[in-house]
């Protein structure tokens, strides 16, 4: 048993009918680290995070959580454990208060003023907006707003696909500032899929690349400066940082 590995994969690979999206994917998300994800597109990332959350099931492999199979989770609860923010924030009609809520609501639970004000609060958000439309937010609020909801749960694990890829550079520098405050204020696991290279080596303790369905290399972040395998060092010089 290893208590440093929060959510590891074995031999993991995924087809959709004949079409395989992951091959024996093979690693593992350290605690209390920030690993980012890296590759071309359509190598599997996105596919990768919905198994690691249960909202897919591997054709093959196992993937674990605190070393206990992922499927022996109720899977809500689970989903409350491993949280998973996506590119496009989904806001639906209503008040930055009802988004916030929506996952206490959908799960008959209630919290107090003070605590729903502190969690705009710890995201740059100020807790005036709160009966504002959540549709009138910019992009870049819209994303603080779906890592509040997130964070409610107080997942262990933070999973972030591509949150700032739409965003400008000020809304990006705040995101990024944010996750690092998450990371070292709760110790919360964080991975992170991101294109741009320069952000990956900013933010990460340890990467993985990914290609063509393949985590081609792992390790700590130096190795996206210093790769060893050839088709990485291909990739990364064409990458735009």
């Known amino acids: 048993m290893n208590d440093d590995k929060v959510i590891e994969l074995k031999g993991i690979t995924y087809k959709v009918d004949e079409t395989t999206i992951l091959k024996g994917i093979t690693g593992s998300l350290n605690k209390g680290k920030i690993t980012s994800i890296v590759g071309p597109s359509g ?14 099931t591997p054709t ?38 009802e988004n916030l809520l929506l996952p206490l609501t959908l ?3 209630q919290i107090s003023d003070r605590t729903i004000k502190q969690s705009l609060e710890e995201v ?9 439309q959540a549709k009138e937010l ?17 997942p262990e694990v933070l999973l972030l696909d591509e949150i700032t890829s739409s965003l ?20 919360t ?7 741009q290279i320069e952000q990956a080596k900013r933010l990460s303790h340890n990467s993985w690349v990914m290609m063509d369905g393949e985590l081609v290399e792992q390790g700590t972040v130096e190795l996206l400066t210093k790769p060893k395998e050839d088709r990485v060092k291909a990739f990364l010089q064409e990458e735009p940082v």
């Open 43 to 56: 190598a599997g990332k996105t596919t990768l995070f919905r198994l690691c959350n249960g909202m897919r």
């Open 189 to 195: 696991t964080i991975s992170w899929i991101t294109h």
């Open 124 to 132: 740059g958000l100020s807790a005036s907006l709160l009966n504002q």
């Open 60 to 97: 093959a492999g196992t993937v674990t959580f605190n070393n206990e199979k992922i499927e022996t989770y109720e899977p809500s609860a689970l989903r409350r454990k491993i949280g998973i923010v996506l590119q496009h924030a989904t806001m639906l009609t209503g008040t930055i208060k």
């Open 138 to 154: 910019s992009g870049g609020q819209k994303q603080k707003l779906s890592i509040a909801r997130t964070l409610l749960n107080q």
């Open 107 to 109: 799960a008959n639970q």
């Open 168 to 187: 400008d550079r000020v809304s990006v520098q705040e995101i990024e500032r944010l996750i690092v405050t998450i990371n070292e204020s709760y110790g």
